[in-house]
C-alpha cells in the first residue's frame, strides 16, 4: 500500500509541474518581498542560468515553440503561422528578438540568446517590425499601418512602434519584464530599463517601451496555459524560469497597476482619471467598458467586481461603472 501510494504521489508531482508550476522552493527568497527588494531577490534567482549559444537556440526553438498539431512545425510569433522547423534561417523565418538588439544588446553576451525573449518569426516580419518598440498604434498617424505586414494581419504599427496580436499582448509583456529584471548591469551585462519616456529609446542606451501600454497589456492579456507550457520548456533548455508567467501578481508588486483610479474632489465635482490611457483597441471592442448614468444621491461604492464613483454637475451626479 505505501509503495502504491508513493507512485501515485509522484505520479501526481509529474502531472503537477507539467501544469506550468514551478520547481518547490525556487521562488524561496523573493518571498514577502516587494517594491526594489523584490527586483533584487527576482534578478538572483533567475540569473543564475544556463548560457545557449545563439548559434543553438533555432533548434531549441523547434521544441520550445513547437506547433502542437505538427512537431516537425514551429509558430511564427506575430504571423501565427505554421512553419516547417527546416526553413529557419532563410527565407521562412528567423529568430526575433523581442527587445530589439540596438537597445543594449551585445551580441556576445547572455542577452542576446535569451529565449525567454527569442521566438521563431517570419523573416520578413521580422524586417518590418526592425527595433520598433512596443506600443499601440496610432490611427492618426500618417504612417499607421494595418496590417503593418501581409504576413502580419494581426499587428499593426506606425512610424516607432509596433502592436502584436491581442492574444500575444501579454506574452510580450512578461518577457520585457523579465529582461528588465534579469539584466541589471552586473558583471559586463547590459542594464536593460524599460521606460515611458519614448524619446530614451534610441540606440545609445539600453532602454525599451512602453512601460504603460506593456503593463496594461499585461493586465488584458492574463497568462495562458501555452505561455506556462512555454516557460516550462525554456527551463528545461536554459535553466531559468520567467517569475511573472509564475507569479504574475507580482508585476504590479513592482511597477505598480497602471490603471488604477485617481479621485479629486472639487467644490462641483469628483475628477475620475486614470495614469495611463486604456488602449484604443478594448475601447473599440469593449463600447460598455465605461458608461456614465444619472443617480440620484452623490456616492461612491467599491466592491471587490466593480467601482461606482460619482460626478456633479448642476446638481445631478452621474455614476461611473467599470466592469
Known amino acids: 500500500m505505501k509503495i502504491h501510494a508513493y507512485i501515485i504521489l509522484v505520479l501526481l508531482q509529474i502531472i503537477h509541474q507539467a501544469c506550468g ?174 521606460t515611458d519616456d519614448l524619446a530614451e529609446i534610441t540606440s545609445s542606451n539600453s532602454k525599451m517601451g512602453s512601460l504603460k501600454t506593456l503593463l496594461i497589456w499585461h493586465i488584458l492579456d492574463p497568462v495562458s496555459e501555452e505561455e506556462k507550457i512555454r516557460n516550462d520548456r525554456v527551463y528545461e533548455n536554459q535553466n531559468n524560469r520567467n517569475p511573472f508567467i509564475d507569479r504574475p501578481q507580482w508585476v504590479n508588486s513592482i511597477w505598480g497597476n497602471p490603471l488604477q483610479i485617481s479621485i479629486n474632489e472639487t467644490a462641483n465635482s469628483i475628477k475620475v482619471s486614470w495614469p495611463s490611457t486604456i488602449p484604443r483597441s478594448v475601447l473599440e471592442s469593449s463600447k460598455d467598458l465605461i458608461q456614465w448614468e444619472v443617480i440620484n444621491l452623490p456616492i461612491i461604492i467599491q466592491d471587490g467586481k466593480k467601482s461606482t464613483l460619482v460626478n456633479r454637475y448642476k446638481n445631478q451626479y452621474f455614476r461611473l461603472k467599470i466592469k
Open 21 to 194: 508550476e514551478e520547481p518547490a522552493g525556487y521562488y524561496d527568497s523573493a518571498h514577502g518581498k516587494s517594491g526594489q527588494s523584490l527586483r533584487e531577490a527576482i534578478n538572483r534567482i533567475i540569473s543564475d542560468h544556463k548560457v545557449i549559444r545563439y548559434s543553438s537556440t533555432d533548434e531549441a526553438m523547434t521544441t520550445i515553440d513547437a506547433d502542437p498539431i505538427n512537431k516537425n512545425n514551429v509558430i511564427l510569433i506575430y504571423s501565427r503561422r505554421s512553419d516547417p522547423s527546416s526553413n529557419c534561417c532563410s527565407s521562412g523565418w528567423n529568430r526575433e528578438h523581442l527587445w530589439p538588439n540596438s537597445y543594449g544588446i551585445d551580441s556576445k553576451g547572455p542577452a542576446y540568446s535569451d529565449i525567454h525573449a527569442l521566438r521563431p518569426c517570419d523573416s520578413n516580419v521580422n524586417s518590418s517590425r526592425g527595433n520598433k518598440h512596443f506600443d499601440e498604434s496610432d490611427p492618426n498617424s500618417r504612417y499607421f499601418k494595418f496590417p503593418s505586414h501581409p504576413e502580419a494581419t494581426l499587428c499593426s504599427s506606425d512610424n516607432n512602434s509596433w502592436s502584436p496580436p491581442e492574444s500575444l499582448k501579454g506574452d510580450i509583456a512578461r518577457a520585457m519584464f523579465y529582461m528588465d529584471i534579469r539584466y541589471e548591469g552586473k558583471n559586463g551585462e547590459p542594464d536593460l530599463e524599460l
